[in-house]
């Protein structure tokens, strides 16, 4: 088995666990509630992250050969990763923000780059996904640079790469019981999420709690009261979409996806940390090698023997 599989693999673990014990736990520690258990929870996610980076890291270094530019993102994470310990202040620094820059516009390369990498049937279908990827950083760069700027609407932003992925996954050929039950799993999860939308609408008190949680979790900026509905619809043609991309063997799209999904709107909070900032470059990489590399005929057969 690909070394780079495998690699893929704890990337998609690291991420799932980061977002869920992490992202998505700092969001409800201000809520008024007690849990106890949360403290262990956030060990959970502190451990996703170091799987997360270091799983980032290994991957940048080992696929650097079919796209050079992950050979400078793994330097500058790994440079930004260890520095910080001997150098205090180092956020602070003229060098950190030269740096920080330097990222972005590698990041934005990287992207591109990434569109070039695709076959033309699928860029238009994807192309809202790349868009939400490259714009993750212009919030980002005006923050940095403190500047005011326009803005577009993120709710609307994350439904277009939504249903984008969820249309392109669903498209994919389905290839023996392995895809019928992968799309039968992925209509689940959306029906799964109707009975919450449902009870928000009438929920006024969930709305409010919502409206904290999501864009805490996310980084998506509401701007109006529609918005929190459209997010929960995106969520669950995200996940739907993620669960179908695992079931038919398309590890590097559900993963790109799921990177994309969880860190391109952290930019509107600044990033926080050096792998957050390239993470939507990463996203974009890996679902133009799920496209660059589909299951085969054989390989479905292989799986389904399994």
């Known amino acids: 088995m690909d070394i780079r599989r495998q690699v893929i693999f704890l990337l998609l673990l690291g991420s799932v666990l980061q977002f869920m014990f992490r992202q998505t736990l700092f969001a409800l520690l201000p809520l008024p509630m007690h849990a106890p258990f949360l403290s262990y929870l956030a060990v959970i996610g502190t451990f996703g992250l170091f799987l997360y980076l270091t799983s980032f ?3 940048a270094f080992l696929s650097f050969r079919s796209e050079r530019l992950l050979l400078p993102v793994g330097v500058i994470l790994l440079f930004s990763t260890v520095v910080p ?3 205090d202040g180092y956020n602070t620094t003229i060098v950190w923000f030269w740096l920080v820059i330097f990222s972005v516009i ?3 390369a990287l992207i591109v780059s990434s569109l070039r990498i695709l076959r ?3 860029l238009l279908s994807l192309l809202p ?3 939400l990827s490259l714009y993750s950083y212009y919030p980002y760069v005006l923050l940095t640079l403190h500047v005011g700027g326009l803005s577009f609407p993120t709710a609307l932003l994350f439904l277009l790469a939504s249903v984008s992925f969820f249309t392109v996954v669903l498209s994919q050929k389905k290839i023996g019981k392995r895809g019928l039950i992968s799309d039968v799993l992925g209509f689940a999860v959306v029906l799964s999420f109707l009975p919450f939308i449902l009870e928000l609408i009438r929920n006024r008190f969930l709305q409010m709690i919502m409206d904290m949680v999501i864009p805490s979790t996310l980084g998506i900026v509401f701007v109006s009261p529609s918005d929190l509905l459209i997010t929960l619809v995106s969520l669950s043609l995200s996940v739907a979409g993620i669960v179908m991309a695992l079931g038919k063997g398309l590890q590097e799209l559900a993963t790109g ?3 994309i999904m969880t860190t391109s709107f952290l930019g509107y909070t600044g990033f926080h940390l050096m792998v957050y900032l390239f ?3 990463l996203g974009a990489f890996l679902l133009s090698q799920g496209f660059k590399t589909p299951i085969t005929v054989q390989q479905a057969n292989r799986a ?3």
Do not use: E, G, T
């Open 129 to 131: 996904i790349f868009a």
């Open 304 to 306: 389904d023997s399994r």
């Open 85 to 87: 310990v001997f150098w």
């Open 257 to 259: 996806y799921l990177v």
């Open 120 to 122: 033309n049937v699928y």
């Open 57 to 59: 890291l290994i991957y």
């Open 106 to 108: 590698l990041s934005s």
């Open 279 to 281: 993470s939507p470059a």
